[in-house]
């Protein structure tokens, strides 16, 4: 069976498609009634010359992919053209949102860099030069000076030039805080790993959504595309037969309002299109968003057999895990979520983290004990400034220790700290129990509404070789001229609404396919891409 934008569709059972003219003839012919040999010629000369073409998005829906550089095709240097797995990997790639979250486990690994250095030696180096404009004097007893007594003598302390330098190493020897900060800084580094890791899914969930709603948009622009082609060469023809005089103004006026009707719904149809292209273009971090093309087929798509598909349609299908959604039982569904999802880890790596933060809040009430050691340089002189002066007018001192500090009393402040910590810990704790419940009755329902999707499929898609089988049938009637074709125009628009509604129910399926891989942990792809790309870091 083909069909033809631009021209009646009317379908023999060799799949011809007869011409305008002579199924006119045949139907005045049956009809009895009589054409002069004048208005015969009128009326074929009237008659518009309609050609046939098959767009790149009519063959797209067929299945067939639009790869650039491909023999027979021409495809615009400027398009993007990509299949799904090449999506989801431009995605994990150059999106915004996973540079985000790779932003911060950086910040997570300068955290722990921060908290190693809470136990290991700290150097400090000071100095000073100072230009003695008036030293300071003071007054002393003149007797000191074999003076009377009585008398003060003005005494210079300092010299006009003064340095002074000094080393200091301090080195903690016990700091429970300090040790246990270490643990727990690497526990937000796991618990950053493991967002970047839940980001990552939620991402590729999101471009499989987009990418399944521009095939949709596409697949709905190409039946309706169809119907105003073939509404419109009825329309010719039907205002030819008028200017013949076989056909009443008001066929012509009937046929202008079905056009007039579907017109609009085509310029919504090519919106959604465009809208549906820009939200991909957008979760892939892509600048051209109006030349970006998918490939692959909800129409051509077959659910029951991979091997039935064509080379898009089975990447698009062999993406997800289909046992999930097809073959698995529930409880093996639910004991994969609960080991894979990603928010369920975070909230279990969460709770260990707040765990740590107890214990280092708790870890404030023992002693704390470094070894500190210092070395100092300093020197006078007078007149011009010599660098640290000469050999006579320099002194160094040295000196080491140990120093111990035991918090006795803070105004329990640290009760108080310590009971904030007890209580963020037994809410993360609250969290992951609700998280969990939540998780399975989440995963069950996606299961059901995949499954639904999945019989409503195959359901519509014994209709669609019904309505085809039926507008067969109306076609051949039709020529013969033993219906009408009204309904031989009824049958026609049941076939495409038929297709359609196959299209909505794989898009349906799918959709929930691609959640349920996000319920249960297993988006495919993240894993391997995510360690390769970090490997790389």
């Known amino acids: 069976m083909t069909m033809k934008a631009g021209s009646e569709t009317s379908i023999d059972l060799t799949g011809r498609a007869p011409s305008h003219a002579s199924r006119l003839m045949e139907r005045c012919t049956r009809s009895g009634a009589g054409i002069g040999v004048l208005g015969l010629l009128l009326f074929l000369l009237a008659l518009p010359v309609t050609t046939t073409a098959q767009t790149p998005q009519?063959?797209?829906?067929?299945?067939?992919?639009?790869?650039?550089?491909?023999?027979?095709?021409?495809?615009?240097?400027?398009?993007?053209?990509?299949?799904?797995r090449g999506a989801v990997q431009t995605a994990l790639r150059q999106s915004l949102d996973i540079q985000d979250a790779y932003l911060a486990l950086e910040e997570a690994n300068e955290r722990v860099a921060e908290a190693w250095s809470g136990v290991m030696p700290t150097v400090d180096f000071t100095?000073?030069?100072?230009?003695?404009?008036?030293?300071?004097?003071?007054?002393?007893?003149?007797?000191?000076?074999?003076?009377?007594?009585?008398?003060?003598r003005k005494v210079q302390f300092g010299l006009d030039n003064a340095w002074a330098s000094s080393f200091v190493l301090d080195q903690p020897l016990f700091e429970a805080r300090a040790f246990i900060g270490v643990g727990a800084a690497s526990r937000y580094k796991g618990l950053q790993e493991e967002m970047l890791r839940g980001r990552a899914q939620n991402l590729v969930t999101r471009v499989r959504l987009a990418y399944y709603a521009l095939l949709l948009a596409q697949e709905e622009s190409r039946l309706i595309t169809e119907s105003v082609d073939r509404v419109r060469g009825s329309l010719e023809e039907t205002e030819a037969m008028?200017?013949?005089?076989?056909?009443?103004?008001?066929?012509?006026?009937?046929?202008?309002?079905?056009?007039?009707?579907?017109?609009?719904?085509?310029?919504?149809?090519?919106?959604?299109?465009?809208?549906?292209?820009?939200?991909?273009?957008?979760?892939?971090?892509?600048?051209?968003?109006?030349?970006?093309?998918?490939?692959?087929?909800?129409?051509?798509?077959?659910?029951?057999?991979?091997?039935?598909?064509n080379e898009a349609n089975r990447e698009i299908l062999s993406l997800g895990r289909l046992d999930l959604a097809l073959t698995s039982g529930m409880d093996e569904v639910l004991s994969v979520a609960m080991e894979g999802r990603s928010d369920l880890k975070q909230l279990e790596l969460t709770e260990k983290l707040r765990t740590a933060e107890l214990k280092a809040e708790q870890a404030e009430y023992f002693p704390k004990i470094s070894l500190f050691a210092n070395y100092s340089i300093n020197a006078q002189q007078n007149g011009s400034p010599i660098f640290f002066g000469h050999g006579n007018s320099r002194a160094t001192s040295k000196w080491v220790?140990?120093?111990?500090?035991?918090?006795?009393?803070?105004?329990?402040?640290?009760?108080?700290?310590?009971?904030?910590?007890?209580?963020?810990?037994?809410?993360?704790?609250?969290?992951?129990?609700?998280?969990?419940?939540?998780?399975?009755?989440?995963?069950?329902?996606?299961?059901?509404?995949?499954?639904?999707?999945?019989?409503?499929?195959?359901?519509?898609?014994?209709?669609?070789?019904?309505?085809?089988?039926?507008?067969?049938?109306?076609?051949?009637?039709?020529?013969?001229?033993?219906?009408?074709?009204?309904?031989?125009?009824?049958?026609?628009?049941?076939?495409?609404?038929?297709?359609?509604?196959?299209?909505?129910a794989v898009y349906d399926f799918l959709v929930f396919q691609a959640q349920l891989d996000e319920a249960v942990g297993a988006v495919p792809m993240v894993d391997d891409l995510l360690n390769g790309q970090l490997a790389g870091r």
Not at 129 to 149: D, H, K, M, Q, W
Not at 245 to 250: K, L, S, W
């Open 58 to 84: 009519s063959a797209r829906a067929n299945g067939q992919g639009v790869v650039a550089g491909s023999p027979g095709q021409e495809a615009p240097s400027e398009s993007v053209i990509l299949t799904m």
């Open 242 to 309: 008028n200017r013949a005089g076989i056909a009443a103004d008001y066929d012509v006026l009937r046929r202008q309002v079905e056009l007039a009707n579907l017109v609009p719904n085509l310029r919504r149809a090519e919106n959604a299109v465009r809208q549906s292209r820009r939200q991909l273009a957008i979760e892939l971090n892509l600048e051209d968003m109006e030349e970006l093309q998918v490939t692959g087929s909800l129409a051509a798509m077959n659910l029951e057999s991979l091997e039935g598909n």
């Open 401 to 504: 220790g140990v120093s111990i500090t035991l918090p006795l009393f803070t105004g329990l402040r640290r009760d108080a700290k310590i009971d904030q910590k007890r209580a963020l810990l037994n809410q993360a704790r609250n969290q992951s129990l609700l998280a969990r419940i939540q998780a399975e009755g989440q995963v069950k329902s996606t299961r059901e509404q995949a499954e639904e999707a999945l019989d409503r499929a195959r359901g519509q898609q014994l209709a669609v070789t019904q309505a085809r089988r039926g507008f067969e049938i109306a076609s051949a009637q039709y020529r013969e001229g033993l219906s009408s074709e009204l309904e031989q125009r009824d049958a026609e628009v049941a076939l495409r609404q038929s297709e359609f509604n196959y299209a909505q």
């Open 127 to 152: 100095g000073s030069y100072t230009r003695n404009i008036a030293p300071a004097v003071s007054f002393l007893p003149a007797e000191f000076f074999g003076g009377e007594e009585g008398e003060y």
